[in-house]
Structures are given as structure tokens and as C-alpha cells.
């Protein structure tokens, strides 16, 4: 497929935020209206799970389906816009060196494991753990009650699941490479749910989960 | 429960969740991976989010159904056909899958945090090798049914709604017949549980939950 890459005139220098997630780990965080957020690949094939959420409720939040239907197109790339299942654009993509990034794929869980795996793989770290952990550490300082119930389909950044015109989907090896990044601009105040993927069973990160680092400009 | 296609030209919009605990519902995502597939037909079955299978597809005379577009919303329908309202309309206002299921969930305590993604019956979308979605007219026909075993007690929440991508300029939702029956329980060599090994232990997850 063809991919378009646009690269971004931020300097990581003057970025207001920057941390770095460790392979595995997860992370929650608030992006102001306007702001940019960027997500490093640094390592290279790192899936990235990703929800948002309109900060102060969590009635609104990203829904792929709303998403992919909107643009015509299941692939995020650069002008991608993400939308609410209200309808709202919550963030647009606005650079974008990897090319192309995952919305079916969903988060693994230990229960998904159990079913595409094995029934021992069960007690392997997954992305649905990270993100209850994450709500268990910090989800009160983003909204009350903030439950599994929140946790819809997610965006898979850096992650290739391609379909084909038949209707087969697979879990393939990425496109993504050490240093590629995804970068979009908040449409309005948003919660960020991140689960660094440690996923050990499929292609998705190289059967070697790695680093990413974030960072927000002004 | 028979879904059937009476005049070929029905979507049906459907949202599933574990009767007993509505915390668990249908999962888009682990569905299609488990069975690397990006349709549904007779064979496949529909997981929910802690790994149990809430329905099977035990026939299917469509063919296709789609399972990523999701809901027509109240936007979508006043661009497509126009703005109507009940003031002017009565009961023949038009009426956009989002509110409906939202109305429908409503009743069981249920609202916009439960509202995760829905199974388009009688559509196909395909996707392209560069990922663009193509829907196509004319993929049920008259008397078309789709069959689905419940592995789980499970509430079904559905509207008839056209499907988002339907390129028809006339507000029409196709007619669509319920038909449900007792059924057993899954034999050790049905179809929707020897497809794949990721149902068999998809099967033996859910038997896990009723012991």
C-alpha cells in the first residue's frame, strides 16, 4: 500500500513534557486543547495501545468504528482525524513517520490470551492489565469511577494488521523502525490511557517489547 | 435466534453483553484476531472481552456481515435524509442507530459507557490493499437469515436502522423478522467450535463460567 509520511518542525528541545515508558509499563495523562502530543517509537516495532477520553467524563471517549467509517479508510495515518462516539474529532494526526497504524487490533488481555494462545498463557502481562493498573493508580485524578466499562476498542500505534479484500485479518510484522513517531494535535481537553504493549505471543513488537518516549508541545 | 432479511434489503445493528454481568459484552477486536477474520458468517463466533464466546453463527444464507462501521448517528442521518422531528413527522421521524441502542440500553441501566461496537447483520464493507472500505449494495436478498446459537444468557440490543455507508438517498430501514427457539449446547464437533483452535478454548472458557 501506499503510505505518506510527513515529519514534524517540533523541536523536541522546547517540548513542555517528556518522559520515557518503559517497555511493558503503562501511563495516563492529560493533553490541553491545542496541545501536540507525540509518540516515539525508539526502539522500533512497539505496539503502543492508546485510548482517549474527553477529559472530565467518561461518556465521550474515541470509538474506532465512528473512526475508520468517517475517513473510509481502516489505517491512521497523517490527517487521520480521531473521533468521539459522539461524533466530535478529539485529536488529528498532524505528522507521521511510520506510515500507517492499527484500529482493529484491539488491547490483549489475559482472557484474549487464553483464546489465541493458550490456555496457559493466561498469567502473561497484557494491555488490559496495564490499563486497570493504570486506573487503579491514577484513574481518580481523571474521572470517578473510571471502570472496565471504559475500555473500548483501542488505537494500536505502530501496530500492522492488515485486512485483505477477502476478509482475512492477520497480526503481521511491523513497519514501524527505531526513531518513527506519531504526532497529533488535541482538538479539546483529553485523557490519555496508554498500555506499552508486552505482548510476547505475536509479531506486534518483534517478540521483544521495547521503550517509547512521549512528549507534549505548547 | 433467526435474524431474517425480509425484503433483502435489512441492516441490522446489534450490541451483546452477558445478561448476568453487563460488564462483559461483545469484543470487535478480540473476535476478529481470534478467527483472523474481517467479516462474520456461518462458522464464526462472537467473543466478548473476558475470552467466552456469547453467540455462535450456526447458519447463514447471506453470507457477509460486517462488523466494523458500527452506528448511524443523529448527524449522519439529518446530512443523508434530511431533518425531521417528531413534531412534524409523528411516528414516521427518522431514526439513527446511536440514539436507538442508547434508548434500548437505557432500559437495562445501561448507557454511553457500555456502548461498545456493534455487528452490522446483512452489510458487507470490504477493505482494500490500501485500506479504503467499499460498501456493497445488494449483499442480502429476500428471506435471507442468519442464525445465532447462544452460548451464554446473553441481551441482544439491535435497531434496524439502514447501515451507516448505505449510499441509498431514501430514508427506508428494511423489515426484519425474530425468530427464537430452545437450542443444545454446542456438540464436541460443531462447525463454530471446530473452526479454529482459538473456539475450542474459546468453548472451553465459556462451559468454565456455567459449572
Redesign the interface.
Known sequence: ??VSLAESSLDPARATFREVVGAGEPWMGSIKQGQHFRIVDLAGNQAVDTLFYRAGT???RY????T??AQ????LSTGSQLLS???NTMLTIVADTCG?HDT????C????N???Y??EKRYMHSC?DNFLIALARWGAKYGTGF???????NINFFMN?P???E?????ADGISSAGRYVEMRAEMDITVLISNCPQLNNPCNAYNPTPIELLIWD | MRLTDVDGAANVSVLLYNYDDP?ERY????T???Q????LTRGCVC?S????ILCSITDDTCG?HDP????S?P??VAQKYGVTTFATKRNDYYKNA?ESVLNELGKYGL????????INFFSKV????????HFHSNNSHPGAYVDLRFEMNVLVVLTTCQH??DPSPHYRPGEVRLTAWHSRPAPRNDPCRTRCP?NE??F??TEVWFK
Request: with cysteine; net charge positive; glycine share 10%.
Open positions: 500500500m501506499t467518561l461518556e465521550e470509538s474506532a468504528q465512528d475508520i467509517r473510509g479508510n481502516i489505517y462516539n459522539e461524533g500507517r482493529l487490533g484491539g488491547a488481555s489475559a482472557e484474549s487464553s483464546v489465541r493458550a490456555l488490559r471502570s472496565k466499562r471504559d475500555l473500548a476498542s494488521v485486512v485483505t479484500p476478509g482475512t485479518l492477520t497480526f | 460488564t469484543n470487535m477486536p478480540d476478529l484476531k481470534a483472523h477474520t474481517a467479516y467473543y472481552d473476558m475470552g467466552r457477509w466494523l462501521c458500527g452506528l448517528n448527524h449522519l446511536y448507557g454511553k459507557r457500555d456502548l461498545t461496537s456493534s470490504t477493505v482494500d490493499e490500501q485500506g479504503r472500505m451507516p455507508l482459538e478454548r474459546g472451553r472458557n
